[in-house]
């Protein structure tokens, strides 16, 4: 039961903190968002991801800006959500969205690759049997 109540806090965390991000802050950088929200048993620290869409440099300011405006940013969640206490804001950047883009890319380059075309002994094993009255083609064999 207890992780289940830590799974909808940081449900709440994350979506209230994705709306202050939006209305309170300007960043520099193309995107901001906040990935994940991960809130200690005790409910006193807060673990906020981070991603941002953009070069290294501005990725490094937005997470400048945020640990600058944390204590204003903390009271205004404390004004938005009601628990005992609020939690401290650790922000952190998360490099997912960076890491996925590099597998995805890594994947395309396998698929360009040239095709290599079938030797002329399982073209062979795909031909039909002469006299065969079999409107399908053979199924090729696993070897």
Do not use: C, W
């Not at 960043?27 to 953009?54: C, E, K, M, W």
């Not at 590099?102 to 073209?123: G, R, W």
Request: aromatic fraction near 4%; proline fraction near 7%; glycine fraction near 4%.
């Amino acid at each position: 039961m207890a992780n289940h109540r830590l799974e909808r806090i940081n449900e709440v965390l994350k979506r209230e903190f994705g709306d202050i991000l939006r209305r309170e802050m300007t960043f520099d950088a193309q995107l901001v968002t906040v990935q994940h929200v991960d809130v200690t048993p005790d409910l006193r620290n807060a673990h906020v991801y981070v991603s941002v869409i953009g070069t290294d440099a501005q990725s490094h300011k937005v997470l400048s800006q945020l640990n600058t405006r944390r204590p204003y940013l903390q009271f205004v969640l404390s004004r938005r959500i009601t628990i005992k206490h609020t939690p401290t804001i650790h922000f952190k950047l998360d490099s997912g969205i960076v890491r996925g883009t590099h597998i995805i890319n890594l994947m395309d380059e396998l698929n360009l690759l040239p095709a290599v075309e079938p030797s002329p002994e399982e073209q062979a094993s795909v031909e039909p049997v002469p006299g065969s009255e079999s409107a399908h083609p053979p199924r090729r064999r696993n070897r």
